[in-house]
Every structure is written in C-alpha cells, then in structure tokens.
C-alpha cells in the first residue's frame, strides 16, 4: 500500500527510529483526527464515516489493540506492523506519517510555497479535460467558474453542492475517465479509504496531477516518485488550537482559519 510505502521510506531514508515513537494523544472527531507522537509533533487526517465499528455482530466487536481506549501507549512500528487494516488504523497511519512532515519542514529539507493552495497557481485555461476525485466544493466552484470542462469522480452523489452536482460522474468509472484528463486532482480522503493505489495506475504520466488537503500532508518523495506533480498540503501552527478544534467538529477550512495554513510542494 502507498503509505506504508511511506513509512518504510521515513524509516530507510531519514529517520530509523520514527518507528520507536509513542502515540500520546489521539483526538478523533466529526472530519478530521488529530494525533501526537512522543517528540511532541502532530499530524492531522481526514475522517471517513464508516460502519464497520458500530453496525458489527456482538461476536465481532473489537475491544483488542488500536480499539478506542488501546491506542495511546503504543509505537509507530507497531501500529503499521499491525495486522488488521480497519478503518481507525488506516486513519492513524496517516495522521502519523503527517506527524514526520511537519516536523520535517522546519529542516528545511523541502521548498514550499507559504500560504499558497495549488489551486491557485496552476492556470486552469491551459487544460482541456479536468477531472478531479473527490467533491471538493471549493475548487469544483473554482473550476467551474473558469469554463473548464470538468468531471468529478465521487462515490456518493450527495456529496456535492445542488448547484453542482452536473459535474458528478460515479467513482468506479475512475479507470475510463482518468486516462482521458490532463489535469487530475485527487483529494487525500482517498488514501483514507483505501482507493489511492488503484487510481495511481490509471494517472497519465503525461497529465498534471495534483493532491490535495490534510490527509496528503505526508513526505511527499513517494508521492513524486509516482509522477505527482504537486501536493496541496496543511501546515500546522497551533497545535493546542488544533486538538480543542477536532474535538469540536471542526471541518478543514476550520483549521486555516485558527491553527493551520495551505502550502504548496512542487515535484521538480
């Protein structure tokens, strides 16, 4: 999977003992959760509403390791040497791997463009077929208001505004509608639930692609490897704002309004 594919490259290239920090504080909340390691760092992912831990038999409820009340106390490597991939695991995965990369950027060892969302660098009018994964309403508003031909590939329909549900085309067309796109922008909600790998395959080398939001705040080395061309990630500035925020329901645009802001990585 991608994002052990991330770790192993946290572990192999930068940083041998990431694996033996502790998870010290989890908050996870409406859309998003939040994650402190023992060195004090934090990383944030998105939250997907899942059944599988509520709408379960009474033989399969699961109150063993990394259930609520098991998660605080153990490592990183145990958490990816885990066995079972949950929704909760995939979720505390990459709210960790986000842990390493906002430590990672006051190294210095990435340029980043401050305050800055992809969306608003890329000139949308040299695109011809843009297609994204994901409803994110703000850049389907900004798409759609360019003129550009766009399409979103989305599992529920519901997910987008009324006004925009012209643009809905159903998620498992992915494999017919993304060869045909020249710029491809995928929300980071799909490493959560799993379906970033099987889009990757069907990424045109020659498109521009593009990651976006909380969940794609990783190191983004694996990311470029795979021809992403830039990353739309969050940098995190208050970590205290960020636990009382999650804990309240907060959405992402809560977060760059209080503790957080956009920034922008180029595959170059």
């Keep these: 999977m991608f994002i052990d594919k991330v770790y192993n490259y ?16 989890v908050r996870i909340g409406v859309f998003l959760a939040a994650v402190r390691l023992s060195n004090d760092l934090v990383g944030v992912a998105s ?30 490597s145990d958490l990816f040497e885990f066995s079972k991939n949950t929704a909760l695991t995939q979720i505390l995965k990459i ?12 190294s210095g060892e990435y340029n ?4 800055t969302d992809p969306i608003d660098i890329i000139e949308l009018n040299d695109y011809n077929n843009i297609v994204m994964v994901g409803a994110f309403n ?26 925009h549900k012209k643009f809905y085309v159903p998620a498992d067309q992915y494999k017919n509608i993304l060869p045909e796109a020249d710029l491809i922008i995928v929300t980071g909600l799909t490493l959560v639930n799993n379906t970033f790998d099987d889009l990757l395959k069907y990424i045109p080398k020659e498109s521009m692609s ?10 983004p080395d694996i990311f470029f490897r795979n021809d992403i061309n830039m990353i739309g ?36």
């Design 10 to 25: 946290i572990q192999e290239k930068y940083n041998a003992e990431f694996g033996e920090l502790v998870i010290t504080e």
């Design 233 to 268: 990630g969050t940098l995190i500035t208050d970590v205290d704002k960020l636990f009382q925020l999650v804990s309240q329901g907060a959405a992402g645009y809560h977060l760059f309004e209080y503790c957080a802001e956009k920034i922008t990585l180029i595959n170059e």
């Design 47 to 76: 939250v997907i509403n899942n059944d599988e831990i509520h709408q379960v038999e009474k033989k399969d409820r699961d109150f063993g390791q990394f259930s609520p009340l098991h998660i605080i106390g153990y490592k990183v």
């Design 210 to 219: 593009v990651v976006i939001g909380p969940s794609a705040s990783m190191v």
């Design 138 to 163: 703000s850049y389907i508003r900004k798409i759609s208001e360019s003129g550009c031909n766009l399409r979103v590939l989305e599992l529920d329909e519901n997910a987008f505004m009324p006004h």
């Design 112 to 115: 980043y463009i401050k305050k």
């Design 95 to 106: 709210a960790v791997l986000n842990v390493y990369f906002n430590g990672i950027l006051n």
